[in-house]
């Protein structure tokens, strides 16, 4: 059964700092797509990344950053020099390309307060 | 410009009645999906779509229906069936790729409450 799990529920850290969000994830299938997604106190949900299983290469977009491990099955997404804009709930999901097709399965996502 | 409505923001209903929540999208993706999220909750699937007038029960269809009669439109019906509908609901939709579901593009939202 696909699964994602964020451990951390909140994490608040002072602006400037690094911070790491963690997602852990399950599959049986070889071929998934993993993504991250910004939702504001606005609502709605902002796409930020997509990685197929198939691309293990890390990648920078500014001060954001993602680790994608398969060895340990885990999508890690790091911020670097914090900033107030940042605070948000950030969500990792998973989508199978077989066994679930069609649907894709979020984590309970992590709540980022960054304080001035 | 491209995108996903949904309306209204707000909705207010009392209890034992239906409402439906519209969804509109102009990014000719084939896949629609509507999502249940609780205060600091994740999204919990309710129902998706990959094709016109076909559609799944995602993990909690419990008291909802939906339909599907046009590629743009996947309107969300909830029910007096349904025992606890305060939330917040978000449509999305996706293209459909080989590797899996393709990036969701989410819409604003629509916040029910039921009085």
């Known amino acids: 059964a696909q699964k994602v799990t964020q451990a951390q529920t909140e994490i608040s850290v002072v602006e400037k700092e690094d911070v790491t969000l963690d997602c852990v994830y399950e599959?049986?299938?070889?071929?998934?797509?993993l993504f991250w997604y910004k939702q504001p106190p606005s609502g709605e949900l902002v796409f930020l990344i997509r990685?197929?299983?198939?691309?293990?290469q890390n990648e920078i977009s500014g001060r954001y950053s993602w680790n994608f491990q398969k060895s340990t099955s885990s999508f890690n997404f790091t911020i670097t020099a914090s900033q107030v804009v940042d605070s948000a709930v950030y969500f990792c999901a998973l989508s199978e390309a077989n066994t679930n097709a069609g649907k894709s399965t979020f984590g309970d996502g992590t709540t980022l307060t960054v304080k001035p | 410009d491209g995108g996903i409505t949904q309306s209204p923001k707000y909705l207010f209903r009392k209890e034992g009645q239906n409402v439906t929540l519209s969804c509109e999208q102009n990014?000719?993706?084939?896949?629609m999906y509507w999502y249940r999220q609780d205060p600091g909750q994740g999204l919990r699937l309710i129902y998706y779509s990959q094709i016109v007038n076909d559609f799944q029960k995602g993990d909690i269809a419990e008291g909802y229906s939906v339909s599907r009669e046009k590629k743009e439109s996947f309107p969300l019906t909830v029910t007096s069936a349904q025992k606890n509908p305060t939330a917040f609901y978000l449509c999305?939709?996706?293209?459909?790729?080989?590797?899996?579901?393709?990036?969701?593009?989410f819409g604003p939202g629509t916040r029910l409450t039921v009085l």
């Open positions: 999305a939709s996706s293209t459909i790729q080989q590797g899996g579901t393709d990036t969701q593009y």
């Open positions: 990014l000719n993706h084939d896949a």
């Open positions: 599959t049986r299938d070889t071929t998934y797509y």
């Open positions: 990685r197929n299983s198939f691309d293990e």
